[in-house]
């Protein structure tokens, strides 16, 4: 869980104290997440307005379509994996994502009934995985933690695990 130095010269990228960014391999796997999801409907919105508008070939319209949706989908990917971090206190988890809108999550370990560990097949090959923090409670019920490095997670879990114990112990 060491924190990386900031890349020189570019000081909005470095996390803010005492919070821990995601690694560098998680990268990847929100590219695999956005790009498709945008690229695709990109290239049938240029087919379409291709052939409505008869300004270019509509053959022409679908690949422009598909690389500006290959373009803004790897430009939210990145932005997604820069701007999410996880912190773990004394008093429970947090997870941070966003930077224009910055959404910050707080589970209190008294909240805590139980946590999931999830590896997909890219995510195994990468040493990654997904922490799943199930709360007390029906509405967002669920906090979950993407593309941890596989030991920070375990590691989280055993940590939030022994202080659910602590806590029904008392």
Avoid: C
Wanted: net charge positive.
């Amino acid at each position: 869980m060491n924190l990386p130095d900031p890349a020189p010269g570019n000081p909005t990228d470095a996390p803010p104290t005492g919070w821990q960014p995601l690694p560098p391999r998680s990268r990847t796997l929100f590219l695999v997440g956005s790009v498709p999801g945008l690229a695709l409907p990109a290239a049938a919105a240029g087919f379409l307005l291709a052939a409505t508008t008869g300004a270019v070939s509509p053959w022409l319209g679908a690949p422009l379509g598909l690389l500006v949706g290959v373009a803004f989908g790897t430009w939210v990917g990145l932005k997604q994996y820069r701007h999410t971090f996880w912190r773990l206190d004394d008093t429970g988890l947090a997870v941070r994502r966003g930077r224009l809108w910055q959404r910050e999550t707080r589970v209190p370990t008294t909240r805590v009934q139980h946590l999931d560990l999830k590896r997909g097949p890219m995510q195994r090959g990468r040493n990654l995985a997904t922490l799943i923090v199930h709360t007390a409670g029906t509405r967002n019920s669920a906090v979950i933690v993407p593309n941890l490095d596989a030991d920070d997670a375990e590691r989280l879990r055993d940590r939030l695990a022994r202080q659910i114990d602590h806590d029904d112990d008392a």
